[in-house]
């Protein structure tokens, strides 16, 4: 299995565009779930630099069966499990731009809520996310995102924009909530957008 899992590093890291791609145990932040209760090890590690390392790293995935996870924020990196791992982490990717102007936020995958709201607040902004500072921003708005701005301004989810989004098929694709007819019409002033 060694062997096998070597042979897919040396692939995924010869097909990525600028990412980097660690084996086993070598990097134990990436391994760090936010629990102690479990030391599920991934054997293969992705610190992508471009959508496009992501795209790659989903389909390597999937074409050698390993269970996919992935680390944003911090909270997790996906259910334990004892199936062999690939764990996507973007948890060194935490750019976060405001613009002050039209009061949105453009972030990186990894941003934390504290970051977000950290680089609004030096622009005398406030912004829609959720009461701890160390969970990621992607996962907290996916998931819905409740926070102390939700009776004013819901949800962060409603204050979402545009996304840049990789599926499990290796899809990246470019969603907008807004032009959703299921979409209530209600946008706030925040727009994010991740990968």
């Not at 990412?19 to 145990?25: A, E, K, M, S, T």
């Not at 209760?37 to 790659?56: F, S």
């Not at 982490?89 to 949105?104: A, N």
Request: net charge positive; aromatic share 2%; charged share 20%.
């Amino acid at each position: 299995m060694a062997r096998a899992i070597s042979a897919i590093a040396a692939q995924l890291q010869r097909s990525l565009t600028s990412g980097q791609v660690l084996c086993d145990r070598a990097d134990a932040h990436s391994r760090h779930r936010g629990s102690d209760a479990t030391d599920d090890r991934p054997v293969v590690i992705v610190l992508p630099e471009t959508p496009h390392d992501v795209q790659i790293a989903v389909l390597a995935a999937r074409e050698h069966n390993l269970s996919l996870s992935v680390r944003a924020g911090g909270a997790s990196a996906g259910p334990p499990t004892c199936d062999p791992r690939l764990v996507i982490d973007l948890s060194r990717k935490q750019r976060v731009v405001v613009d002050p102007e039209h009061r949105t936020a453009t972030i990186q995958g990894g941003a934390t809520a504290g970051g977000v709201a950290s680089t609004a607040l030096r622009q005398r902004l406030s912004a829609v996310t959720g009461t701890t500072a160390t969970v990621g921003m992607a996962g907290l708005t996916l998931g819905g995102g409740y926070g102390p701005f939700t009776g004013h301004f819901g949800l962060a989810l409603d204050n979402l924009l545009s996304a840049e989004v990789v599926l499990a098929d290796g899809r990246r694709v470019k969603p907008t909530p807004c032009t959703n007819p299921s979409c209530s019409g209600r946008c706030g002033a925040a727009e994010s957008s991740v990968w």
